[in-house]
């Protein structure tokens, strides 16, 4: 091997053993607005779970009518509308869980999320469960990452065990 050669293999190596933290430490940060807004959503601090998304459009969609809000204050609109659900249909002390994220893709400043959770609640009193799944579009913004869009995917629900 040339010089150069081990100079250019070199090079490589170290770029290698410098790209590897940095991938994983985006990927642990690239959850944190997703954790966050849950458990702000648990706290009933919706100051703070407004504080994740990205400036901008943004999408959810969710299993109650009417299912897709989007536009800038589609977070908002979001939230009025899982009150109004929940006052209608008697559900209470409503919280989600969520673990380890099942699949993280990031493309430069843009991520894709898949995280399970299950979000438990009382419906009329009675404790209901319903295991699913959190997909989240992000944009890495000046202060981080932040989200873009969101949908909830979960089973039918069932009362809890």
């Known amino acids: ?15 290698a053993l410098m790209t ?25 601090d919706t100051k703070t779970a407004f504080a994740t998304y990205a400036p901008g459009d943004i999408q959810i969609i969710d299993e109650f009518a009417p ?9 908002q609109d979001w ?4 009150d109004k659900n929940a006052q209608a249909t ?9 673990g380890t994220p099942t699949r993280i893709e990031i493309e430069g400043n843009v991520a894709y999320v898949v995280m399970p959770t299950a979000y438990l609640y009382k419906e009329h009193g009675v ?14 913004e000046a202060s981080g990452w932040k989200m873009n869009a ?12």
Do not use: C, S
């Open 67 to 75: 299912h897709r809000w989007f536009g800038p204050h589609a977070p």
């Open 150 to 161: 969101w949908t909830w995917t979960g089973v039918k629900p069932h009362k809890a065990k």
């Open 20 to 44: 590897a933290p940095a991938f994983a430490t985006g990927a642990a940060d690239v959850t944190a607005p997703i954790r966050q807004f849950i458990d702000a959503f648990n706290r009933g």
């Open 90 to 98: 008697g559900v209470t002390d409503g919280r989600v869980t969520y």
């Open 1 to 15: 091997m040339t010089k150069f050669a081990r100079k250019i293999a070199m090079a490589l190596f170290v770029g």
């Open 127 to 140: 404790a209901m469960a319903e295991e699913g799944q959190v997909t989240a579009v992000l944009h890495h």
């Open 79 to 82: 939230a009025a509308a899982y």
